[in-house]
Every structure is written in C-alpha cells, then in structure tokens.
C-alpha cells in the first residue's frame, strides 16, 4: 500500500540546520510530485515546499524560501527537506505528501491525497 515516513526532526539550536527524509513505498515517486507541510500547535497546517516529478521544478512557502531545499532521489524513493538558519518559529511537526504535481496550488493541503505521520522539529536555545 502507498506510504510516506518521514525522518530527520529533533531539537536545534536557532540558526542551525536540519535535513529531513520522506521515504516512499507503493508507488513510483518518479510519477508524483511531493509536498512538504507543517503545523505548529494552535496554528493551521502551511505549505512549506513542493517538488514537482519533472525537471525538479520547486516551490516554497513565503516563510521559508531562501532557507529551505527541496530535492529528490527516485532512485532511493526518497525527497529531502534541507532547513538551514533555521528560527524558533520553524517549531512545528512537519509532514510529507503526494499529489500529481506542484502546480499553482501546491500549497492546499486538501489537494494531497496520502500523508505521512509528521516528524517533530524543534528549533530552541
């Protein structure tokens, strides 16, 4: 069956770095384009990147372009989420997803048809 498991969150100092995993199974993720999303408490899950399945095209979210990558290896079913200077208010679970591509709007969560379970990021002194 389809599934998505993220890894890679924990504690960080502000300004610090950390690289996430979305490994993939039950489908070709070279036919998916693949979001990345989080949702600190009390507040709405928000569209962090997405990668489309073709020529690697991404998009970020206002809050975190300029500071987050996001790449991919069909090879190793795997799509990474490279967060550098990272600040107290990237604290939140972060989750991956799939849809068929990124588009104008990659953002929109309800547009994701399988998530994975969230990893937790903590960004603190």
């Known amino acids: 069956q389809v599934q998505l498991v993220e890894s890679g969150g924990g504690l960080v100092q502000p300004g610090g770095s950390l690289r996430l995993s979305c490994v993939v199974s039950?489908?070709?993720?070279?036919?998916?384009?693949i979001g990345w999303f989080r949702q600190a408490p009390g507040k709405e899950r928000e569209g962090v990147s997405c990668?489309?399945?073709?020529?690697?095209?991404?998009f970020y979210g206002d809050s975190v372009r300029g500071r987050f990558t996001t790449s991919r290896d069909n090879a190793k079913n795997t799509v990474y989420l490279q967060m550098d200077s990272l600040r107290a208010e990237d604290t939140a679970v972060y989750y991956c997803?799939?849809?068929?591509?990124?588009?104008?709007?990659?953002?929109?969560?309800?547009?994701?048809?399988?998530w994975g379970q969230g990893t937790q990021v903590t960004v603190s002194s």
């Open positions: 997803a799939r849809r068929i591509v990124c588009g104008g709007s990659w953002s929109v969560d309800g547009t994701y048809d399988y």
């Open positions: 039950g489908f070709t993720l070279a036919n998916y384009a």
């Open positions: 990668i489309s399945s073709s020529y690697d095209s991404t």
